[in-house]
């Protein structure tokens, strides 16, 4: 990765197409083209510098530490901040301070507070894991994306420990299978498999594959940089 470039005394990521880009004054993460895209008019992720940048007034992701993890050769986002962070005044992440597990090899998310946070009733995060768990033989993602977006108004990532969440009687999301679960006969995510799932003819998301996805025609996520 070379050395940390900065900007205006903070640190970056040492991506290697050079500049950095601007949004409202605030500066943001080059995913690796030296362009962000945007959905509705908005910046979507802004990874920035060792500060959280928002989104409609949320608190998106601070990926500060400079490196990225894998699972089965995919990139995977080390969030490690030690905070609570909130949607809809719900708690969506707590980035651990305190240690990594290690399953197979792969550092994991171990989120340490041993309660429930909920979103509309429902569990989101059992903070304590610290390893895999399973459904159906299938290897779950503790904490897979970093993320919780919405679909008019619903839930769409569910990261809970081994129990998949349902939503009028069909599976959310099995985290990294390559099985779809669908959402209203669709195909929603498949998390890490290198395909991608349509929802009513659009390009939804696929994680980590270093392209950029379409929703609606917008540019939804910048995939990070391959190593």
Known sequence: MGELETHEGQRMFPEPMGEL???EGQRMFEMPMGELETY???RMFEMPMGEL???EGQRMFEMPM????TYEGQRMFVVPMGELETYEGQGMFEKPVAEWKTHEGQRMF???MGELDTYEGQGMFEKP???LETYEGQRMFVVPMGELETYEGQRMFEMPMGELETYEGQRMFEMPVGELDT????????MPMGELETYEGQRMFEM???ELETYEGQGMFEKPVAE
């Open 66 to 69: 400079g490196e990225l993890e």
């Open 21 to 23: 880009e601007t949004y």
């Open 53 to 55: 940048e928002t989104y």
């Open 129 to 131: 894991v610290g390893e």
């Open 183 to 190: 959402y209203e006969g669709q195909g929603m995510f498949e």
């Open 110 to 112: 171990e989120m340490p």
């Open 208 to 210: 980590p594959m270093g």
């Open 40 to 42: 509705e008019g908005q």
